[in-house]
């Protein structure tokens, strides 16, 4: 999971491999959920995103869980490419406030 | 596709020096966002504007101020760098409501 720090958490998974990737949210009232996908040396993209009324929303390769009631988001990469090392993080949003991030997770897809 | 541009990718500036960075973005979107990575810190929330002239402070808004005289144009200022002021900074912008933000490709600046 994530946590803040000066060391992010680490995952390394096989090609080919599904991945899990968990996020501990904090606000029991935040209604919407993204995960994003960041690069060395890029700005962060947007991979998928939840509402709180779903508990589970796919893309392409990718699915987004959501457990309400222990704050738990996780992300789900299908058959993980080389492409797909990054750092993964989660971002909640409570009603009238804005966005706050989690601090990531390194993915490392190892040949 | 939404583009979200900013200035520069690397400034190198001095202790003292009043820096801009200059963020642009091409959806009409309401809302901009400046905020600055650290390693292992995730993207913390300096300034927000949700309209043109409009700004309201984030979680570190002390060193830095903003301006947004047009909607597609939101500048972030660093009155007098510091050398904790050394980091990426991220620009985003999202239209009103529960959406994504849109990032730009940050700007690296390092304060000597």
């Known amino acids: 999971g994530e946590s803040v720090g000066l060391h992010l958490p680490t995952l390394s998974v096989q090609e080919g491999d599904n991945s899990i990737i968990n996020c501990a949210y904090s606000?029991?009232?935040?209604?919407?959920f993204i995960w994003y996908k960041q690069e060395s040396g890029k700005g962060p993209q947007f991979i998928i995103d939840i509402r709180s009324n779903m508990d589970k929303r796919q893309g392409q390769r990718v699915t987004v869980l959501l457990n309400k009631t222990v704050k738990h988001l996780s992300l789900q990469i299908a058959a993980t490419q080389p492409g797909d090392s990054a750092v993964y993080f989660c971002a909640e949003k409570p009603p009238a406030r804005q966005l706050t991030f989690g601090s990531g997770t390194q993915l490392t897809v190892l040949p | 596709d939404v583009k979200v541009t900013q200035s520069s990718r690397y400034l190198v500036k001095r202790t003292g020096e009043k820096v801009f960075l200059e963020c642009v973005q091409d959806m009409d979107h309401e809302n901009m966002f400046w905020y600055r990575q650290d390693p292992g810190l995730g993207l913390r929330l300096i300034y927000f504007s949700y309209d043109v002239k409009m700004k309201e402070k984030g979680d570190i808004p002390e060193g830095y101020s903003v301006s947004r005289e047009k909607k597609e144009r939101f500048s972030l200022i660093l009155e007098s760098a510091s050398t904790n002021q050394t980091s990426m900074y991220l620009c985003?912008?999202?239209?009103?409501?529960?959406?994504?933000?849109?990032f730009g490709p940050g700007t690296r600046l390092t304060v000597l």
């Open positions: 606000n029991s009232a935040s209604d919407y």
């Open positions: 985003a912008s999202t239209p009103t409501g529960p959406h994504e933000q849109f």
